[in-house]
């Protein structure tokens, strides 16, 4: 229970998981290619925008990091004793660190793969179906720059995650189902914010 969990455990975790969340997976990869990911396509340092510009390879290896990153934070904190609700809280700083790099002037990309990692960590059973239909949709639409195919995905995978959530066999704590909801929700809203925001970015050429 969290009230096992000390506060200077909770506050080490919490700082862990922003900094795995903050490596600049994205912007890394870019350098490999000689490029600025901040400067072409979408102008977000995400495994979509890599896979987009860069090449397939390097988009599916970025996915495959950003994903671990997320992954690895919730392993740590298990380890230190945290379990469900009490894992939703390091999950968003992963997030924010991911959206917020230090080590890009606080630039980076919405997080959707960051999420792919820390909900592996936090509900496998419940999510692994989700998981599947999402990825199935975002590479089907990965091309298309008007529509966002994370959206999408994440839309549907979400509803799905919901009967999987409710479902007997793989019942999931209802305070764990409305966190990880809020983190998905927040994503998306960052993510349309983006994209509003910088519409010339996801114009056709």
Same mark, same amino acid.
Request: glycine content about 10%.
């Given at each position: 229970?969290?009230?096992?969990?000390?506060?200077?455990?909770?506050?080490?975790?919490?700082?862990?998981? #922003?900094?795995?969340?903050?490596?600049?997976?994205?912007?890394?990869?870019? *350098?490999?290619?000689?490029?600025?990911?901040?400067?072409?396509?979408?102008?977000?340092?995400?495994?979509?925008?890599? /896979?987009?510009?860069?090449?397939?390879?390097?988009?599916?290896?970025?996915?495959?990091?950003?994903?671990?990153?997320?992954?690895?934070?919730?392993?740590?904190?298990?380890?230190?004793?945290?379990?469900? /609700?009490?894992?939703?809280?390091?999950?968003? /700083?992963?997030?924010?660190?991911?959206?917020?790099? @230090?080590?890009?002037?606080?630039?980076?990309?919405?997080?959707? $793969?960051?999420?792919?990692?820390?909900?592996?960590?936090?509900? @496998?059973?419940?999510?692994?179906? @989700? #998981?599947?239909?999402?990825?199935?949709i975002l590479f089907t639409m990965?091309?298309?720059?008007?529509?966002? @195919?994370?959206?999408?995905?994440?839309?549907?995978?979400?509803?799905?995650?919901?009967?999987? $959530?409710?479902?007997?066999?793989?019942?999931?704590?209802?305070?764990?189902?409305?966190?990880? $909801?809020?983190?998905?929700?927040?994503?998306?809203? !960052?993510?349309?914010?983006? !994209?509003? *925001?910088? *519409?010339?970015? /996801?114009?056709?050429?």
């Amino acid at each position: 229970m969290l009230n096992e969990i000390s506060l200077y455990t909770y506050i080490f975790c919490i700082i862990i998981s #922003y900094l795995l969340g903050s490596i600049p997976v994205a912007f890394i990869a870019g *350098k490999f290619y000689g490029v600025n990911i901040f400067n072409i396509g979408s102008k977000q340092a995400g495994a979509t925008n890599v /896979f987009r510009e860069l090449s397939r390879k390097a988009g599916a290896a970025v996915m495959l990091i950003d994903s671990s990153k997320g992954l690895i934070a919730i392993i740590i904190c298990r380890l230190y004793g945290f379990s469900e /609700f009490e894992l939703i809280l390091p999950a968003a /700083f992963t997030i924010l660190g991911h959206w917020n790099s @230090p080590f890009t002037k606080f630039k980076g990309g919405d997080g959707v $793969s960051t999420l792919t990692g820390l909900g592996l960590g936090i509900a @496998p059973q419940q999510l692994i179906i @989700p #998981y599947i239909i999402i990825a199935i949709i975002l590479f089907t639409m990965i091309y298309k720059k008007i529509s966002h @195919p994370t959206i999408w995905g994440g839309s549907i995978g979400y509803l799905v995650f919901i009967f999987m $959530s409710i479902w007997s066999e793989t019942h999931l704590d209802l305070s764990v189902v409305l966190g990880f $909801s809020i983190l998905g929700l927040s994503i998306m809203i !960052h993510s349309i914010y983006f !994209h509003k *925001k910088h *519409k010339e970015n /996801f114009k056709r050429k």
